[in-house]
C-alpha cells in the first residue's frame, strides 16, 4: 500500500499534458519528485530495498529422462535460492533485479545425476515526462536439463535428451502512454542461444510491438506482435525431402503474435489468473523444410488468504510441420503436442518460514513414438525468506 502511494504519480498513472508546454510539465515533474524525496525521509523508507530466499527440499520423478520406452524413477535433493533488489520508482527511475534458480540432486544415476535452471534478470526504466518511458533489460540463464528438442535440434525427431544451455538477452524499448489506461511499446529483442549437441545454437533479433490496456484491481491486457530473424550455427539448408545442402546457412524469420491477460477478480486480490494464447509461424528461407506452426495456452491461477497460497498451472503446445514427415515418403506428416499441469501449496509457518508441496505432470503426444512420454514429479519442504 505504501509502494503504490510512493509512486501514485508516477508515468503510468499521470495524465496527458495540457497546452502549457515542456517547461510545465518538467517542471511538475520536478516538483513531484521533490514531494516523493521529502514523504521518503518522513517516513523513514529506504529508496532500495532487497530479499533473499532459501528453499530445500526433497521429491521423487517416475520419469527422469522422458523415454516412455525406459521409464527410469529416482528420488533427488532440490536446492534453490532468490535475490530480489529493486528501487523504489521515485525521481523518474526505476530498476528491478532477480536471481531466481533451482539445482536438483538425484540419489541415483539414471543417465543424468543432475538437472538445474538459474536465470538472473536487470530491468531499468527511466520515465521522461508523463507519458514517455525508456527501458532496458538483460538476463542471463543457464539451463542443464533434459529437454524436448524438436524445435532446436538438427533433426527434428529426436527423443529428450540431456542439453547444457547458456542465453544472453538484450532487450531495449520505449513506451508511450496513449491515455491513462492504454499504452503501445516497442521493443527490440537481441538474443544469443548456446546449446550443446545435438541441440543448435542461434542467434536471433528483431522487433516486437505491444499494446496493452490497464483495468479496474491492477489487472492489465496485452496483444503483442513480433517478427523476429534466426540465425542458426550449423543448421543447412535442406531439400524438401530433408537431405541437406553442405556448405549452406539457413536464416528464418518467426513470426509472433500473443494475446495475454493479467486479473486480479478481488479487491483483495485473493483470486489471481494469468491467460495467454499463442502463435508461431517458423519459416526458412528454402525449401520449408523446417517450417512449422505452434499454437499455444497456458492458464495460471493462484488464491492466497491468511498463510495459505495455492497456484494451478495448466499448458499446452501444439507444433505442425507442413513438409517434414515421421519417416520419409508415404508417413504422416509430423506433429507434436507437449502439455504441463502443475499445483503448488504454500503455508507459512512464521514470518519468514513456509512449507510447500510442488506437483507436476508432464506429457507429450506426437506421431513419432520416440518422442512420446509422460513424467510426474512431486516435491515439498521449506522456504525461508529473510
Avoid at 195 to 214: K, N, V
Wanted: with cysteine.
Amino acid at each position: 500500500m505504501m509502494l503504490s502511494m510512493l509512486s501514485g504519480h508516477n508515468a503510468k498513472g499521470a495524465s496527458v499534458p495540457n497546452s502549457t508546454g515542456a517547461s510545465a510539465t518538467n517542471a511538475t515533474s520536478a516538483a513531484i519528485a521533490d514531494e516523493h524525496d521529502l514523504l521518503l525521509k518522513e517516513l523513514d523508507i529506504p529508496l532500495w530495498d532487497k530479499s533473499f530466499d532459501l528453499r530445500s527440499g526433497v521429491g521423487y520423478k517416475d520419469n527422469v529422462l522422458l523415454n516412455d520406452n525406459d521409464s527410469r524413477g529416482s528420488g533427488f535433493f532440490v536446492n534453490g535460492a532468490d535475490v530480489t533488489i529493486f528501487r523504489l520508482p521515485m525521481d523518474q527511475w526505476e530498476f528491478h533485479f532477480l536471481l531466481t534458480g533451482d539445482d536438483i540432486r538425484y540419489w541415483r544415476n539414471v543417465g543424468v545425476d543432475h538437472e538445474d535452471l538459474w536465470s538472473a534478470t536487470a530491468e531499468v526504466k527511466k520515465s521522461f515526462g508523463d507519458t514517455w518511458q525508456a527501458s532496458l533489460q538483460s538476463q542471463y540463464i543457464y539451463l542443464d536439463q533434459v529437454l524436448e528438442i524438436t524445435d532446436i535440434a538438427l533433426n527434428a525427431h529426436l527423443p529428450p535428451t540431456n542439453v547444457v544451455g547458456h542465453t544472453i538477452l538484450v532487450r531495449p524499448g520505449v513506451q508511450k502512454w496513449l491515455s491513462s489506461n492504454v499504452w503501445v511499446r516497442l521493443e527490440a529483442d537481441g538474443l544469443r542461444q548456446f546449446f550443446t549437441e545435438p541441440a543448435d545454437s542461434y542467434f536471433r533479433f528483431g522487433p516486437r510491438l505491444i499494446l496493452g490496456y490497464d483495468y479496474g484491481r491492477n489487472s492489465e491486457a496485452t496483444l503483442s506482435c513480433g517478427i523476429l530473424e534466426q540465425e542458426n550455427d550449423h543448421f543447412t539448408k535442406a531439400l524438401p525431402d530433408g537431405t541437406p545442402i553442405p556448405n549452406t546457412s539457413l536464416r528464418a524469420l518467426r513470426y509472433e503474435t500473443a494475446l495475454a491477460s493479467k486479473h486480479n477478480w478481488d479487491v483483495r486480490k485473493h483470486w489471481q489468473s494469468t491467460t495467454k494464447l499463442s502463435f508461431l509461424y517458423f519459416q526458412d528461407n528454402f525449401s520449408s523444410y523446417y517450417n512449422y506452426y505452434e499454437y499455444g495456452a497456458s492458464e495460471l491461477v493462484r488464491f492466497s488468504a491468511g498463510t495459505w497460497n495455492v497456484t494451478g498451472t495448466a499448458s499446452v503446445l501444439h507444433d505442425e510441420y507442413p513438409v517434414q514427415t515421421v519417416s520419409g515418403d508415404g508417413t504422416p506428416r509430423f506433429r507434436t503436442t507437449t502439455m504441463t499441469l502443475g499445483l503448488k501449496v504454500e503455508k507459512n509457518l512464521i514470518k519468514t518460514l513456509k512449507i510447500f508441496v510442488n506437483y507436476e505432470n508432464a506429457s507429450a503426444l506426437s506421431d513419432s513414438q520416440d518422442e512420446v512420454y509422460h513424467a510426474n514429479t512431486i516435491s515439498g519442504g521449506l522456504d525461508w525468506e529473510f
